[in-house]
């Protein structure tokens, strides 16, 4: 009793239920097929938070499109992210250090058929930070299938980008509005963690 100590929270996840989604930073979206210099803007970004993430403890999951060549998607986006082709690795920049996990999805959103709901509730998580690319599409409808499944959605607008300004702030403004995103800042969002680590104390 009296003693400072981190609350257990039984699962494997970090103490606090958060996990870090690193959505579609794969070559394709980057210097690939689909790519954007807006997407690389946020590399460096991310490299910090997910630094910071893994010193914590705090579980990062990489869901990364991949598709068949006969994908019906491509007739809007042209072929992109074909499974097993480079374009569909995530960037050497930010290449899955060892303990993060990986999804493979076929459609916008993380969720929709693949095991990432499952994953995260393996992991004590109720709090999702999104990350990635692009903030109008994989982001946003990621954001909504983890409103329909009760998790927290926590966006940094500097970890994230669209092809254009207007689909950027337009979708942070939706997922604020709609999902009751918080939208927040890389540094902002690290120190209230820090913050949150450091005073969480724990009854027995
Ligand atoms: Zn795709």
Redesign the pocket.
């Known amino acids: 009793m009296g003693r400072m100590l981190f609350a257990s929270r039984g699962g494997r996840g970090d103490i606090l239920g958060v996990a870090v989604l690193v959505i579609d930073m794969i070559n394709d979206f980057v210097s690939g097929m689909l790519k954007s210099s807006r997407a690389k803007g946020v590399v460096p970004n991310i490299q910090k938070l997910l630094e910071f993430a893994r010193s914590r403890k705090i579980p990062v999951v990489y869901t990364c499109?991949s598709?068949q060549s006969t994908d019906a998607?491509f007739e809007l986006?042209g072929p992109?992210?074909i499974a097993g082709s480079r374009g569909a690795e995530v960037v050497s920049e930010l290449k899955p250090k060892k303990g993060d996990h990986i999804v493979k999805k076929g459609k916008y959103s993380a969720f929709f058929g693949t095991d990432l709901d499952q994953l995260l509730r393996d992991l004590d998580v109720t709090r999702l930070v999104l990350v990635g690319v692009s903030t109008d599409v994989c982001v946003q409808n990621t954001a909504a299938d983890a409103f329909y499944r009760g998790y927290e959605i926590v966006v940094p607008r500097d970890c994230v980008d669209a092809f254009t300004e207007e689909g950027h702030r337009r979708a942070l403004e939706y997922m604020g509005k709609v999902y009751g995103a918080k939208v927040t800042t890389s540094d902002e969002l690290i120190k209230n963690l820090r913050r949150e680590h450091a005073v969480i104390p724990c009854s027995f």
């Open positions: 499109d598709h998607e986006w992109h992210a």
